[in-house]
């Protein structure tokens, strides 16, 4: 506070007379209303930004914030739940903490529209909410008929690729299936939500198959051409479960008959007992249909500087919604930094202040590959000033040695710490 | 108080224009790139170490040290060596001025 004061001060000085003028005819602005934030999607960034923005505001900004379900559910960790070494209530945390200890105000329900010239929010069911500036993290959706005999099919193909009744679904599946059966996943094409997820998903369900049903298969069918992440930690993972995880790659989906769980690929048709498909996916909803510049019509382009949709002031865009900068991943804990830079960019914004010029996120990705080692990969993005946005540094980040106890408890840990920076 | 500060200060800049100078919260801003695993403001909720209150130059010593690669960790030498020393300095000044409890 004192540097500003002295900078304010200093300021004063420098431009004299005339600008003071205009000070005292900015007077009335005190009687404004408060700057008066929304945030839609109480997910890893927009959890996030709320409380940082009632942090570092100091209580001077209202927030609100939109969020169709009433707890958090976290991803992260949910392939646990699906192997059935957690319950669903180990990951999941009620906004409460949000309104009691930060003083944002909740709303349960869902954003239906954005105005971004009238500078409004429609929901369902509370009207519509006017905003000063807004944070959009909404999330992926997938997208519509990508996958012809999907739609409409979730119950007998679950995706489990938002934590919640869908990860039960495909638990209780997984549960029912007899020994001897396959289990298929299917991996969209880069970019989707959690790089690693799908392989921790294959490695998880093996653990759960090799203790109950030996006989069984995990058949993971990959749209890419590799594993996607930590490809040399997951290929050693594969190998030790012998042939029980059989990772088939440049095998994109071209159909499925949810019926009878088959999947056609395009030399190929595979009946499976359980088939999961996680399909290809885009910004949330509420994101590509405002008038929000979109790469390849699926991501949202933004400033890296204040994470503001490009050439829309006051739109803030976070997470997974958005076109990625280099080597930067679609996850919760970069969500959680976007967050971060977006909090500190509006905080300054509101008072006039440039924001921060020289920005830092980092990510870590934690896996596991059975139901107690952990993997990790790292990274740290430092934003470069002549290409306007976040580059890796070089010689930063990397992986794991090898999967290890204590790396299965650091991802444990890291989701606590995240949930409570988020949420307490 | 703050409040009509605040508002002063955006009138006055918006006479004066944006000052391009380094953000004053530059050092609050690294330190919670650190709090998705440490704790907000490196008070850990457990299963990591908090960090808050940790005097500066303990806290810089550990952080170069991770940063050279003499100080042995499963994932803290690639997160120390993506900041500049005047990085880790500045985070490690931000978390020993953070009160330890909540």
């Given at each position: 506070?004192?540097?500003?004061?002295?900078?304010?001060?200093?300021?004063?000085?420098?431009?004299?007379?005339?600008?003071?003028?205009?000070?005292?005819?900015?007077?009335?602005?005190?009687?404004?209303?408060?700057?008066?934030?929304?945030?839609?999607?109480?997910?890893?960034?927009?959890?996030?930004?709320?409380?940082?923005?009632?942090?570092?505001?100091?209580?001077?900004?209202?927030?609100?914030?939109?969020?169709?379900?009433?707890?958090?559910?976290?991803?992260?960790?949910?392939?646990?739940?699906?192997?059935?070494?957690?319950?669903?209530?180990d990951i999941s945390v009620s906004y409460a903490g949000l309104q009691s200890k930060w003083g944002v105000r909740l709303i349960t329900d869902e954003a239906t529209a954005i105005d971004i010239d009238k500078r409004t929010v429609g929901t369902a069911m509370n009207g519509v909410l006017r905003y000063d500036r807004l944070v959009l993290s909404p999330g992926v959706d997938f997208i519509p008929n990508a996958v012809p005999?999907?739609?409409?099919?979730?119950?007998?193909?679950?995706?489990?690729?938002?934590?919640?009744?869908?990860?039960?679904?495909?638990?209780?599946?997984?549960?029912?299936?007899?020994?001897?059966?396959?289990?298929?996943?299917?991996?969209?094409?880069?970019?989707?939500?959690?790089?690693?997820?799908?392989?921790?998903?294959?490695?998880?369900?093996?653990?759960?198959?090799?203790?109950?049903?030996?006989?069984?298969?995990?058949?993971?069918?990959?749209?890419?051409?590799?594993?996607?992440?930590?490809?040399?930690?997951?290929?050693?993972?594969?190998?030790?479960?012998?042939?029980?995880?059989?990772?088939?790659?440049?095998?994109?989906?071209?159909?499925?008959?949810?019926?009878?769980?088959?999947?056609?690929?395009?030399?190929?048709?595979?009946?499976?007992?359980?088939?999961?498909?996680?399909?290809?996916?885009?910004?949330?909803?509420?994101?590509?249909?405002?008038?929000?510049?979109?790469?390849?019509?699926?991501?949202?382009?933004?400033?890296?500087?204040?994470?503001?949709?490009?050439?829309?002031?006051?739109?803030?865009?976070?997470?997974?919604?958005?076109?990625?900068?280099?080597?930067?991943?679609?996850?919760?804990?970069?969500?959680?930094?976007?967050?971060?830079?977006?909090?500190?960019?509006?905080?300054?914004?509101?008072?006039?202040?440039?924001?921060?010029?020289?920005?830092?996120?980092?990510?870590?990705?934690?896996?596991?590959?059975?139901?107690?080692?952990?993997?990790?990969?790292?990274?740290?993005?430092?934003?470069?000033?002549?290409?306007?946005?976040?580059?890796?540094?070089?010689?930063?980040?990397?992986?794991?040695?090898?999967?290890?106890?204590?790396?299965?408890?650091?991802?444990?840990?890291?989701?606590?710490?995240?949930?409570?920076?988020?949420?307490? | 108080?703050?409040?009509?500060?605040?508002f002063a200060l955006t009138c006055l800049l918006g006479a004066a224009g944006v000052a391009a100078a380094a953000d004053p919260n530059l050092a609050r801003n690294l330190a919670a790139t650190c709090a998705n695993c440490h704790g907000t403001d490196g008070r850990s909720v457990g299963g990591m170490d908090s960090l808050a209150g940790e005097p500066r130059d303990r806290l810089l010593q550990k952080l170069l040290a991770?940063?050279?690669?003499?100080?042995?960790?499963?994932?803290?030498?690639?997160?120390?060596?993506?900041?500049?020393?005047?990085?880790?300095?500045?985070?490690?000044?931000?978390?020993?001025?953070?009160?330890?409890?909540?």
């Open positions: 506070m004192a540097t500003r004061r002295s900078f304010v001060k200093g300021l004063a000085g420098a431009i004299g007379a005339t600008a003071l003028g205009g000070l005292a005819a900015c007077a009335s602005g005190k009687s404004r209303a408060r700057a008066h934030v929304v945030v839609v999607g109480g997910g890893f960034g927009g959890a996030t930004a709320a409380k940082y923005l009632r942090m570092w505001s100091q209580g001077t900004v209202d927030v609100t914030l939109i969020e169709r379900n009433a707890a958090f559910v976290s991803c992260p960790i949910s392939n646990l739940v699906l192997g059935g070494y957690r319950e669903l209530a005999g999907l739609e409409g099919n979730f119950e007998h193909v679950p995706h489990a690729w938002k934590a919640g009744p869908q990860t039960l679904l495909l638990r209780q599946q997984l549960q029912d299936m007899a020994d001897g059966g396959v289990f298929a996943l299917h991996i969209p094409k880069a970019p989707y939500r959690c790089p690693p997820g799908p392989y921790e998903r294959a490695c998880v369900v093996a653990s759960y198959l090799r203790r109950h049903k030996p006989r069984s298969k995990v058949l993971v069918l990959d749209a890419n051409g590799e594993i996607q992440s930590k490809k040399v930690l997951f290929a050693k993972a594969f190998e030790g479960y012998g042939g029980l995880i059989d990772y088939v790659p440049n095998s994109e989906l071209r159909s499925v008959d949810a019926a009878t769980r088959t999947a056609e690929l395009e030399f190929d048709r595979i009946r499976a007992d359980v088939l999961n498909v996680i399909p290809p996916m885009r910004a949330g909803t509420i994101a590509t249909r405002s008038g929000l510049p979109l790469v390849n019509g699926r991501w949202v382009d933004v400033d890296w500087l204040t994470m503001e949709a490009r050439g829309v002031a006051g739109v803030h865009v976070l997470g997974d919604a958005l076109q990625p900068a280099p080597a930067m991943p679609k996850s919760g804990h970069i969500a959680n930094q976007h967050a971060k830079v977006a909090a500190a960019a509006i905080v300054n914004l509101l008072a006039g202040e440039a924001p921060n010029p020289a920005p830092v996120v980092m990510n870590t990705c934690y896996s596991f590959v059975d139901e107690r080692n952990g993997i990790h990969i790292a990274s740290v993005h430092q934003y470069d000033a002549a290409k306007r946005q976040p580059m890796p540094v070089d010689g930063a980040g990397g992986v794991s040695t090898a999967a290890s106890e204590i790396e299965g408890q650091y991802a444990l840990a890291w989701a606590k710490n995240i949930w409570a920076d988020m949420l307490a | 108080m703050k409040l009509a500060h605040a991770f940063k050279s690669g003499e100080r042995p960790a499963t994932i803290m030498h690639q997160i120390a060596r993506g900041y500049s020393d005047e990085q880790l300095a500045l985070i490690a000044g931000h978390l020993a001025a953070q009160r330890v409890r909540d």
